[in-house]
């Protein structure tokens, strides 16, 4: 299941994350970082929470 959350956050960053954690503090952070941070902090982000729920 982590390698689809994987794909997702590196499609869409926000998804990825909301898929590991839900609506959150993370999924907020990463959705600004996504948007205000050009996509590379966002999937940055994404996929160190990913990493770091299992």
Do not use: S
Not at 15 to 30: A, S, Y
Not at 32 to 52: D, P, Q
């Amino acid at each position: 299941m982590d390698i689809v959350k994987i794909i997702c956050a590196i499609l869409l960053p926000p998804l990825g994350v909301f898929l590991q954690v839900g609506i959150g503090k993370d999924f907020w952070l990463n959705l600004l970082l996504t948007i205000f941070g050009l996509y590379i902090l966002g999937l940055v982000h994404a996929i160190w929470v990913i990493a770091r729920e299992n």
